[in-house]
């Protein structure tokens, strides 16, 4: 499976962006999903999480009510919707998707996508 995270860029502060993370490859094995961050300086921490169908979403407390995780499984396809961005939301965004493969639990890791707000 590879992970291709799209949609970030450049934004002020309250503005909105969409990330997606296209999956390619036996997309078949993914179970659950999520967005992580790291901001310069700091250590990659979670963002959010969905599990396989959907069914059930986590947030980090710093954006619970801000952004919204969701997944197309029809077309292999997560989204990070981000309203009312802060400075400090800035990051790159990496998403993550969770395989199990042939009984074998793996985590594939996308290249990343850089958001950056201003004030």
């Known amino acids: 499976v590879q992970l291709v995270e799209s949609g970030g860029g450049l934004v002020q502060a309250g503005g909105s962006l969409r990330l997606s993370c296209a999956a390619s490859?036996?997309?078949?094995?993914?179970?659950?999903m999520g967005w992580y961050r790291q901001a310069p300086g700091k250590q990659r921490e979670l963002v959010a999480t969905?599990?396989?169908?959907?069914?059930?979403?986590n947030y980090a407390g710093s954006v619970k009510g801000r952004f919204t995780i969701s997944r197309d499984n029809a077309n292999d396809t997560m989204y990070l919707q981000m309203n009312n961005l802060k400075t400090e939301d800035t990051a790159v965004y990496y998403c993550?998707?969770?395989?199990?493969?042939?009984?074998?639990?793996?985590?594939?890791w996308g290249q990343g996508t850089l958001v950056t707000v201003s004030s």
């Open positions: 993550k998707a969770d395989l199990n493969a042939a009984g074998t639990y793996v985590e594939v």
């Open positions: 969905i599990t396989s169908r959907g069914g059930s979403t």
């Open positions: 490859g036996t997309t078949f094995s993914i179970r659950a």
